[in-house]
């Protein structure tokens, strides 16, 4: 009786221990499956922020140049002011 109470106790432990293993490995997988996952994301992300990154150097470069007319049109008008201004006053000072 008591060896085949040892019998079946090895034989359960045996089951226990091939169960855990079979865990194990499914767990590993997830894992693995969880990790190839994560760096897709990641690298999807990445790709994402580098579009941003352009297209924020793109606004950046923009900016520049619509300040640098901004200044352009500020000094023509300046000058055209003038030249008005300055026409203004001779055509004043022949009528008066």
Known sequence: MQSTLKILLSFFLIMVFSSCEDLEKKVEDKLNFINEKAAKIDSLVNR???KVD?????????????????SLIDRSSSRVDSLVNGKLERINSILN
Do not use: F, M, P, R
């Open 48 to 50: 994402e922020l580098d």
């Open 54 to 70: 352009a297209l924020d150097s793109i606004i950046n470069k923009e900016t520049d140049k619509i300040q640098q007319l901004d």
